[in-house]
Every structure is written in C-alpha cells, then in structure tokens.
C-alpha cells in the first residue's frame, strides 16, 4: 500500500503559512513536497537539503511553529537554529519556541535552559542542599533526608549551641564526619567548567559542605558559611577541627567552639550576602538548584531579579519560575552540558 504524506514541519507567519510534507517510499527514503500557503507544490525532491533550500525565500523559521513530526525534531531543529539569528533577543525566544515544538516536554526544557543558558549576559545560579545529595550528602527536608527525626530549626540553633550544647556537639560532630571524604559529583564541575567559559558569573549556595570550590568554581558565595572553618562563639577566633572534635573550651577567652556556619536565629554573613543579592539583581538568568526555599531570606533571593528564573528540583515547590525542570541536579546538568556541546 503507497504510503501517505505525512507533515514533517509548518509554520505560520502574519499572513503566510508553509508546510512541508514528507512521505516515506518503499525503500525507506523520504521524498518531500512544499505547501505554501494552501497551494500545494506537486515537485517532489529526494533529499532534506534540498527540500529546505526550495524554502530559501521563506523566514518560515522566525514564523510561530504549529507542528513537528517527531522523527524529523532534531533535523528541524537544526535547521532553524543554524538560520536564526539568536544575537537579537525576539529570535532567541523564536528558538525556543520551536524547541518546544521539536523535542519531548523534558528534551524541551534541557534545550530551552541550554539557549538561555548561552545568550543570557548574566547567569547567577543558587543552589541548596539537594545540589549535593547525589554526592551522598542527605538535604534537610525531601523524604530521604536522614534529618526528618531531628528538627533542623532546633538542633541547628542558636538556642541549641547555648542551651543543649552536648546536643549541639553531637550533631555538629557527626555532620563534620559525615562531610570530610565527600567528593564533588559531575553536576557540580559542570558549574565550574560553565563558569571557565563565561556561562556562569557567580554561585551563591546555602550548602556549608564547600562542594563549589572543591569542583573549581571560583566565585562562590556560601550564604550559610562552611563547615570546614570553626570558631570560637564568644571572641572569633579561629579554631581547628580537632579542638572541636575533643569538646575543648576556646584557648584564649574559654568560649564555646563551633563550626564558622549561620544558623538559625543569626544574621547571614554581610560580604556574601550582598555579593549574592548584586548578581542576582543584575542577572538576565537566575538558575535555582535543589532548594525547597524555605529557609528566610535566601528564599527571597529568585524573586530579586528581573531576568528569567529557573528551578532545578526532585519536586515543584509551586513557585513562580519561568522554566521548571524535575529532576535531579546532577542528571540535568549533564543533560544541559551535552546540549551545549553540540550547539
Ligand atoms: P532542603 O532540604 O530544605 O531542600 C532540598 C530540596 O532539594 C528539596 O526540595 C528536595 O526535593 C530537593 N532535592 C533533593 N535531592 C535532589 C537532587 N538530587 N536534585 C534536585 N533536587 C533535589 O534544603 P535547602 O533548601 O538547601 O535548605 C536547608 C538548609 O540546610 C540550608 O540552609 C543548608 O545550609 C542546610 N543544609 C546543607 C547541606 C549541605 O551543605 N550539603 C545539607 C543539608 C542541609
């Protein structure tokens, strides 16, 4: 039985619409024929290059795509991307528009945060604890977080370090512990290598495990502090891990020893703080990874810019982002990565 044309792409401009059609001939080659408007071109041509450049007089790629066949999405797609002109702005809206149309609904987002990711000017991304549980580290508050029987408001506290310090000891120790051998996973040197090539202008992260820096990136705010410093809570000074470790008082003023991190009921760091807010303000894409954004006031932070936001994240959190990609953070990083490589 002959086989049926099928429409492998059409769009529609103000006034104009093109649609090409393809047919697939016994031995399996497509055969192409144009349609402009409603009239239908009876030539047939044998090859996709062809078929395109009998479309040379048309912009139909900076038209509004109506339909995609789905086995043709990543020819279509190059094709639009390799004509488009994506310095100007409208365009770059273009191509993800007919990304939309060209992948599956997740393929889609990837491709989406690839093309913001490459013109925007200014790229600011947050993470939180979820960045870093591919790295074995568990978050505070997903269904796995080994936290869910200790209430982290609590333990992690200034109440807690005055009032409970054994408690406070305790948890801190076992934290620090569970820290030291952790190793940066590929989502979090893909953000450093992204930051070498100018993609990615600054990293401000809630997370005290210093995963950022330890993958290369170079500026990182860490909103929350880091576990890897440690200080005496009456007079600053700086103390060592195994002072800690030992339950010892301050060697100079007799205080008690924590670890350099903020915690609940204390101010953020002011130097971090502002450098986050000043990038985040001047930045055309703010990309949010692994956060429920609860914690106040970094959870404020997405709100503060005026340039397109994306979250990152196991599970929606119903916020207002203009691009939402479920899944895990490592795994999508990849999955952008390899986009870019191929753009
Ligand atoms: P959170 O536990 O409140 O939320 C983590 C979010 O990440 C959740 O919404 C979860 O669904 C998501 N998530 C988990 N794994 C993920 C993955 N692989 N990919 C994508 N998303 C994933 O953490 P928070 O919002 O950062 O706030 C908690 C506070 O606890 C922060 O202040 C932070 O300092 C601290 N904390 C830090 C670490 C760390 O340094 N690694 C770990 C736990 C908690």
Redesign the pocket.
């Known amino acids: 039985m002959e086989k049926q044309w099928s429409t492998i792409f059409s769009a529609h401009g103000e006034k104009e619409k093109i649609t090409l059609f393809g047919k697939q001939e016994s031995d399996e080659n497509w055969v192409y024929r144009k349609s402009i408007g409603d009239i239908s071109d009876g030539e047939e041509v044998s090859s996709w290059e062809v078929a395109l450049q009998q479309l040379e007089d048309y912009p139909w790629y900076t038209w509004a795509p109506q339909e995609v066949h789905p086995a043709f999405g990543k020819k279509v797609y190059r094709a639009v991307k390799e004509k488009l002109n994506t310095d100007v702005e409208e365009n770059v809206n273009n191509l993800v528009s007919w990304a939309k149309r060209c992948f599956s609904e997740h393929e889609s987002e990837i491709v989406t945060l690839a093309v913001w990711l490459q013109h925007a000017k200014h790229t600011t991304v947050l993470t939180?604890?979820?960045?870093?549980?591919?790295s074995g580290?568990?978050?505070?508050?997903?269904k796995g977080?080994i936290w869910r029987d200790v209430d982290?408001q609590y333990v992690a506290s200034v109440d807690a370090l005055n009032d409970n310090y054994d408690m406070f000891h305790e948890f801190y120790t076992t934290r620090m512990n569970a820290l030291t051998d952790v190793n940066p996973h590929r989502g979090h040197e893909i953000l450093a290598e992204w930051e070498k090539e100018g993609l990615v202008q600054a990293v401000a992260t809630?997370?005290?495990?210093g995963l950022h820096f330890k993958a290369g990136s170079k500026n990182v705010f860490e909103l929350?502090g880091t576990i890897h410093r440690l200080h005496c809570d009456n007079c600053l000074k700086e103390t060592t891990m195994e002072q800690f470790f030992k339950k010892e008082a301050c060697s100079k003023c007799g205080g008690k020893l924590r670890p350099s991190i903020v915690l609940f009921g204390e101010m953020l760091p002011e130097d971090s703080w502002s450098a986050s807010f000043n990038h985040i303000q001047q930045s055309d894409l703010v990309v949010v990874?692994?956060?429920?954004?609860?914690?106040h006031p970094?959870n404020r932070l997405p709100e503060m810019t005026e340039g397109k936001t994306v979250y990152?994240?196991?599970?929606s959190?119903g916020g207002h982002f203009d691009l939402v990609i479920n899944?895990?953070?490592?795994e999508v990083l990849i999955q952008v990565d390899e986009v870019l490589k191929q753009m």
Do not use: Y
């Not at 939180?128 to 591919?134: I, K």
């Not at 990874?289 to 914690?295: A, E, F, N, P, R």
């Open positions: 939180g604890a979820g960045m870093s549980t591919e580290i568990p978050d505070f508050r997903s977080g982290p809630q997370n005290i495990d929350h990874i692994g956060t429920s954004l609860q914690v970094v990152i994240n196991l599970e959190n899944g895990k953070a490592g």
